[in-house]
T-cell receptor, first 114, second 112 residues
């Protein structure tokens, strides 16, 4: 099945630095979601985007829905140790406006050093 | 306000046995989804159900796997005659109609 490409695959940053990651698809989506997964736990929803060009913030997190509807970006400002984890993008497409499956990205593993 | 509840959290089976994974959606959520995750990979969609109906099972293997979401009780993902390749983390998600999916903490299935 289709999978979204995320980059970078992993990153090591220092506490206080800003982080950027992105997600690209070969096909369009009409919803983009960003999740964070900690070891041994399920993905936790961070941000949901519903319109091309939309820019949405949640605290230190900011995400954008790409104009082409084939990509999305997530930025984390002033990183802290608890930001460590794996970040997944997920896309959803429905031409009827109803619920359907999510297609997940390959993940970006974030490590934060003091 | 309980989240999506999955049990058991860990399940060990021998090859050839059956595995039953349970998922109770969040209160008020009528849509349930099952995903599988292998180590170091993203989640892969398996099946989408509403009460008593399978809406999309395009990600389910054709044999040995089945899912249900009865009128009463949790959703069940059933794997018959398990093989080593079935070892994975299985996640359930739920949502109200048209809203983002929220995930449980998964069941880690190990096959001996």
């Amino acid at each position: 099945g289709q999978q979204l490409n995320q980059s970078p695959q992993s990153m090591f940053i220092q506490e206080g630095e800003d982080v950027s990651m992105n997600c690209t698809s070969s096909s369009i989506f009409n919803t983009w979601l960003w999740y964070k997964q900690d070891p041994g736990e399920g993905p936790v929803l961070l941000i949901a985007l519903y319109k091309a060009g939309e820019l949405t913030s949640n605290g230190r997190l900011t995400a954008q829905f790409g104009i082409t509807r084939k990509d999305s970006f997530l930025n984390i400002s002033a990183s802290i140790p608890s930001d460590v984890g794996i970040y997944f993008c997920a896309g959803h497409y429905s031409d009827t406006g109803t619920a359907s499956k999510l297609t997940f990205g390959t993940g970006t593993r974030l490590q934060v050093t003091l | 306000n309980a989240g999506v509840m999955q049990n058991p959290r860990h399940l060990v089976r021998r090859r050839g046995q059956e595995a039953r994974l349970r998922c109770s959606p969040m209160k008020g959520h009528s849509h349930v989804y099952w995903y599988r995750q292998l180590p170091e990979e993203g989640l892969k969609f398996m099946v989408y159900l509403q009460k008593e109906n399978i809406i999309d099972e395009s990600g389910m293997p054709k044999e040995r796997f089945s899912a249900e979401f009865p009128k009463e009780g949790p959703s069940i993902l059933r794997i018959q005659q398990v093989v080593r390749g079935d070892s994975a983390a299985y996640f359930c998600a739920s949502s109200p109609r048209g809203q983002p999916q929220h995930f449980g903490d998964g069941t880690r299935l190990s096959i001996l």
